[in-house]
């Protein structure tokens, strides 16, 4: 039981792991594309691959793996993972471009006590699939 418990949580190590991998490789593409060590990557929101999609695909098809894909346990863990996805990719990618209008507002109008919002939030259809790809393969081969 315990921590060994977990350890032995195939499900939890794939989406762990895929996670892990979608963070790691947003760290590296800012290094190589923006020539910068942005350590921020490695929690923050948006960018390439979503690890929000990577995370749920490779709990759900793990589950699947264990489960067997006629499962309701995997039924459930894709039907969050679409939902997640369809937040990243529709109401948090949107909620991230009204922010950059607003904070081009904030500028031009040289408002003193505004915070600057953060803009990015979500993540284009592209960032979804491309994290999608990665927890499957993470979910199958875990």
């Known amino acids: 039981m315990g921590i ?3 350890l032995k949580n195939t499900p939890l ?7 892990a991998i979608a963070q790691g490789t947003k760290i590296i593409l800012t290094l190589v594309i923006e020539k910068r060590f942005d350590a921020t990557r490695l929690v923050g929101t948006g960018g390439m ?3 929000h999609s990577a995370l749920v695909m490779a709990l759900a098809f793990a589950v699947g ?6 499962s309701p346990f995997f039924a459930i863990a894709l039907i969050l993972a ?3 996805m369809y937040d990243a990719a529709g109401i948090r990618r949107a909620a991230g471009k009204q922010a950059e209008i607003l904070n081009l507002l ?7 006590d505004m ?3 953060k803009e990015l939030l979500g993540h284009t259809p592209l960032e979804v699939l491309a994290g999608a790809i990665l ?3 993470v979910g199958f081969c875990v």
């Open 4 to 6: 060994e418990g977990i």
């Open 13 to 19: 190590l794939a989406a762990v792991i895929s996670w």
């Open 106 to 112: 904030i500028e031009k109008h040289q408002l003193p």
């Open 82 to 84: 679409l939902v997640v």
């Open 65 to 70: 793996k264990q489960n067997g894909f006629e």
């Open 115 to 117: 915070e600057k919002l």
């Open 49 to 51: 691959p979503s690890s």
């Open 135 to 137: 927890g499957i393969t």
